[in-house]
């Protein structure tokens, strides 16, 4: 079993609809991330979580929330998707403890927002 | 985070050596180099990572220049499996620092046979 599980794995919805994409790790990190990757362009940090009681805002967090329902959850939301949502999302987490600066990522949720 | 820049593709023919470049050279005496490679919209995988000195491990080789405004990811014998896109990054390596990984566009690695 995948230590970092996203789902679901792809989904088609129309605009406006609300969408949640749920992330769970059994890697025991302390640290979790979504990223958001469009057609031939890297990965962009949509948030970060650093710990339960801690969210932060990446580069393009607009349309998009989090939340952070234990230590091994990380959910983000978009309430009123959009076309220009349709990407490929990745959860990753990462280990505090490490020192490497390792992510570990899941195998991604493809999103299509009609 | 000191910014990359990376050719947008390359080709290596199999059994081959892989050299990948990475310029660098703003980065700051306290930034790391990552790599890390995707396969085909698979999520991204951790290489390797190195502050100055060369690293090797059992994936690949990191060749840092010594005024470390340059590095090169070298995959001594690439295979096909190794086709995928390459990310080079730098950064503060993390601990206790609030600072995450930045992905740009990458280099397309196609290994052929």
């Known amino acids: 079993d995948a230590d970092v599980t996203q789902t679901p794995r792809n989904r088609i919805t129309k605009t406006g609809k609300r969408i949640m994409l749920e992330c769970s790790q059994t890697?025991?990190?302390?640290?979790m991330y979504w990223y958001r990757q469009d057609p031939g362009l890297g990965l962009r940090l949509i948030y970060y979580?650093?710990?339960?009681?801690?969210?932060n805002k990446g580069e393009i967090s607009d349309g998009y929330s989090v939340s952070r329902q234990a230590q091994a959850k990380f959910s983000l939301s978009l309430e009123s998707a959009i076309p220009n949502q349709t990407a490929l999302y990745f959860c990753?987490?990462?280990?505090?403890?490490?020192?490497?600066?390792?992510?570990?990522f899941g195998e991604g949720s493809r999103l299509t927002v009609l | 985070d000191a910014k990359t820049t990376q050719p947008p593709s390359m080709d290596c023919a199999e059994g081959r050596a892989a050299n990948l470049p990475c310029n660098h050279s703003?980065?700051?005496?306290?930034?790391?180099v990552y790599w890390y490679r995707q396969i085909h919209s698979q999520g991204p995988q951790y290489i390797i990572h190195?502050?100055?000195n060369n690293e090797t491990n059992e994936m690949a080789s990191l060749i840092i220049t010594e005024d470390r405004k340059s590095s090169t990811l070298i995959l001594p014998h690439a295979t096909l499996r190794d086709t995928a896109v390459y990310y080079c990054?730098?950064?503060?390596?993390?601990?206790?620092?609030?600072?995450?990984?930045?992905f740009g566009s990458g280099t397309q690695l196609t290994v052929l046979p």
């Open positions: 990753a987490t990462s280990d505090r403890q490490a020192h490497t600066g390792e992510l570990f």
């Open positions: 890697k025991g990190h302390d640290r």
């Open positions: 979580s650093f710990d339960v009681k801690d969210i």
């Open positions: 703003t980065i700051s005496g306290n930034e790391y």
């Open positions: 190195g502050l100055k």
């Open positions: 990054i730098v950064r503060v390596s993390y601990s206790g620092s609030a600072r995450q990984l930045t």
